[in-house]
């Protein structure tokens, strides 16, 4: 992208992905009240790149249970899948909202989200003694994370403005 006008490349980007963030954050929210989750979420698309450490299949993102804020890694999603990144991004956003729930819920009414519920000192000890692809939060949000990924697409779907924002992300990194 040439520099046009005031916004640099990295100032545009970051403007772009903050709004994005913003109305994925607003978007969670109310699919967490629709999916019986707690609706105390965060959402923040990151221009930084980053992946779950020992993860296999890659996750290009994290859950941090004590901000109960969801991140995804865009430069991630688009190292693994090029310009149809956003189908990474979605099964990530996807992984991490099923580690909100194991974070947050406590109750049967979730269940068909998470059936796994530990706190984040459970999710240490869990850290060291299993590798990644063992550990059984892991391996149910990578379980859940295609299914619920589509009910993530089909709600941006039917929000014009998060539509938009995945449309000029997409045209933007074309």
């Known amino acids: 992208m040439e520099n046009s006008g005031d916004l640099s490349y990295t100032d545009f980007i970051k403007e772009l992905l903050g709004r994005f963030s913003e109305v ?12 019986n989750l707690d609706h105390e979420v965060a959402v923040e698309i990151s221009d930084a790149k980053f992946i779950e450490p020992d993860s296999d ?16 890694s865009l430069p991630c999603a688009v190292e693994m899948r090029g310009r149809d990144f956003s189908g990474e991004l979605l099964g990530t956003l996807a992984h991490e909202l099923v580690h909100h729930c194991q974070f947050t819920c406590r109750s049967q009414l979730c ?27 892991e391996v ?4 859940k994370e295609k299914e619920l990924g589509e009910v993530i697409w089909n709600k941006i779907e039917e929000g014009q403005e998060a539509k938009e924002l995945l ?8």
């Open 140 to 143: 149910e949000a990578r379980c």
């Open 57 to 72: 299949p890659v996750v290009c993102g994290y859950y941090d249970p004590s901000k109960r804020l969801i991140v995804a």
């Open 111 to 137: 269940k068909n989200i998470c059936s796994v519920w530990l706190t984040a000192e459970e999710a240490q000890e869990i850290r060291k003694m299993l590798p990644y692809d063992k550990r059984p939060h």
């Open 24 to 35: 994925l954050t607003k978007l969670f929210k109310d699919l967490c009240k629709d999916l």
């Open 167 to 174: 449309a000029s992300l997409i045209l933007f990194l074309s």
